[in-house]
């Protein structure tokens, strides 16, 4: 819960000045701190989402090196357990499968599934540990983790857009530098935090198109 607080903490504080300052002062047309408001709902609502979603947990198994009955039902597959027990091979149709051991949940993991040191569990598609958010992104909550980096962008680039805006407007009228400070500072938060975030979006939509996972 730590990592998640903090992330709220770190996203909300400045946003929410930033929109308070906005109303208040009444610097830009108020259709402009509502848009703030808008993207922030929506970059909690699919935090959240990515956050209580179960990422594609296997349940430990009582018993050792469990595998998957229906798998091995399939007519024409052939299953073969390595004599220390660490690989079940599954072959058939012309293909051959290794599946690895985990000593931890005590089952042979399906593929593309990873054993998540931080949490103690077999994810299914595992992609990540978020440290962020102190949640897995896997198989059923990769979509809400994209949701959320996408709808972060598009936040901090309409919060480094109001910034912009109020600064060049209050700099025009000739204000001090103190009328304005706050935007420089969440203006040069958002451009920094914005221009990470489009990196790491751009690298998901990369594996995403490629059919890859972080691992
Ligand atoms: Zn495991
Ligand atoms: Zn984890």
């Keep these: 819960m730590v990592p998640l607080l903090l992330t709220l903490v770190l996203l909300e504080a400045p946003t929410l000045a930033l929109v ?18 808008l ?63 985990c000593v931890e949940c005590h089952l042979y993991r399906p593929l593309r599934t990873i054993h998540c040191r931080v949490c103690n569990h077999c994810v299914e598609r595992y992609d990540h540990h978020c440290p962020w958010l102190g949640v897995c992104i896997g198989k059923y909550n990769y979509r809400y983790f994209l949701a959320f980096l996408a709808t972060l962008n598009l936040l901090m680039l309409a919060v480094l857009g109001c910034c912009i805006a109020v600064v060049v407007m209050q700099a025009q009228q000739g204000s001090g530098v103190l009328a304005y400070l706050l935007e420089i500072i969440v203006g040069a938060a958002a451009l920094g935090f914005g221009a990470a975030l489009m990196k790491l979006l751009a690298y998901h939509f990369e594996l995403l198109r490629s059919g890859l996972t972080t691992n």
């Design 20 to 37: 308070c300052q906005l109303l208040v002062r009444q610097l830009l047309p108020s259709l402009l701190p509502a848009l703030l408001i």
């Design 39 to 101: 993207l922030d709902l929506l970059a909690l609502a699919s935090l959240f989402a990515c956050v209580y979603t179960d990422p594609g947990v296997l349940p430990q198994s009582v018993n050792n090196y469990e595998w998957s009955e229906e798998l091995l039902e399939l007519p024409g597959v052939n299953h073969q357990v390595r004599p220390d027990h660490s690989y079940l091979c599954v072959s058939g149709w012309g293909l051959g499968v290794m599946h690895k051991y």
